[in-house]
């Protein structure tokens, strides 16, 4: 369930085997960990590890790559400047280290996230509570199959509560989940996805993958039973140490921990050594249909 890389650099090379270790290792739905590889916060970055650079609505504060834009956080000016270049130096180094030792090509590189706030004791519907065990499956963002694939890097400073632990519950494979809630899933409604991208609810019109992976999410998260008997795994994730997970297929549960960073990609399923292993052939088979 945990496979763990002895790496301690952000750009390798990397040995052959290695690099086979990981992509067997990842796409089989093990939470792939580097002990040994920390992000470092400078010393004039420490004032950043405060939940008050949150604005205080949000749950993250987000960088678009893409624009450099920042979101949520109630710095401003040179201080908000200054986070900014922190949280991209973690996401270029993470796309980095992603291009190094995994074989995928054409990634999507996503919003950079910086979580600065305890997880423990927020409140939340059932279904934003990411304390219950789900599966990513996004809202407004339909996917069409493509991959989210999430790095973590704990960057709780010494002398952090419970010891800075990012603490994590890992659920079982996500086929035996999928099999047992596909007869309970929410129906497809026909016209939904259309009038959904029509209203711009959904950047873009959701297949049924998307419906049915959103589906799972909420009900799992909604099934009491589920999140206390199923089968599970305490994980913890000390500071100064990276991790990296295929969100949308393993059974995730974050319960405790702050001061995290964390990059997303998106890549299409024939990126895979074995695209068989992605949730959307899973479902397809399971289902007898196609859901793109
Ligand atoms: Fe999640």
């Known amino acids: 369930m945990i496979e763990e890389l002895p790496i301690t650099d952000w750009t390798g090379p990397f040995d052959a085997a290695l690099k086979q270790r990981a992509v067997t290792a990842l796409e089989s739905g093990a939470v792939l960990s580097f002990p040994a590889l920390p992000f470092l916060v400078r010393e004039d970055e420490r004032a950043f590890l405060d939940a008050r650079?949150?604005?205080?609505?949000?749950?993250?504060?987000?960088?678009?790559?893409?624009?450099?834009?920042?979101?949520?956080?109630?710095l401003t000016g040179?201080?908000?400047?200054?986070?900014?270049?922190?949280?991209?130096?973690?996401?270029?180094?993470a796309a980095g280290l992603m291009s190094?030792?995994?074989?995928?090509?054409n990634v999507e590189r996503a919003r950079t996230s910086f979580r600065p706030v305890q997880v423990?004791?927020?409140?939340?519907?059932?279904?934003?509570?990411?304390?219950l065990l789900h599966v990513d499956a996004f809202p407004t963002r339909p996917m069409h199959g493509r991959r989210i694939l999430r790095f973590f890097a704990n960057v709780a400073p010494a002398g952090s509560p419970d010891g800075?632990?990012?603490?994590?519950q890992v659920g079982e494979p996500f086929e035996d989940f999928a099999r047992a809630f596909l007869p309970r899933l929410r129906p497809h409604l026909p016209g939904q996805s259309w009038l959904y991208g029509k209203l711009g609810v959904t950047r873009g019109q959701r297949s049924r993958y998307d419906e049915m992976m959103l589906s799972l999410h909420d009900a799992g998260k909604l099934d009491d039973a589920f999140?206390?008997?199923?089968?599970?795994?305490?994980?913890?994730?000390?500071?100064?140490?990276?991790?990296?997970?295929?969100?949308?297929?393993?059974?995730?549960?974050?319960?405790?921990?702050?001061?995290?960073?964390?990059q997303t990609f998106h890549f299409d399923i024939d990126q895979m050594a074995d695209p068989a292993r992605a949730p959307l052939k899973v479902l397809e088979r399971l289902s007898g249909r196609e859901l793109v």
């Open 53 to 74: 650079v949150s604005d205080g609505k949000s749950k993250n504060i987000s960088l678009d790559p893409a624009t450099g834009k920042l979101q949520a956080t109630s």
């Open 78 to 93: 040179d201080k908000a400047q200054r986070l900014g270049a922190m949280i991209e130096r973690f996401g270029a180094g």
């Open 100 to 105: 190094a030792l995994l074989p995928y090509r």
């Open 120 to 131: 423990k004791g927020r409140s939340y519907s059932k279904i934003s509570d990411d304390r």
């Open 164 to 168: 800075g632990l990012r603490r994590w």
């Open 227 to 262: 999140q206390k008997n199923s089968p599970q795994q305490a994980v913890s994730f000390a500071p100064g140490t990276c991790w990296m997970v295929f969100t949308d297929q393993v059974l995730h549960a974050a319960l405790g921990g702050e001061f995290a960073l964390e």
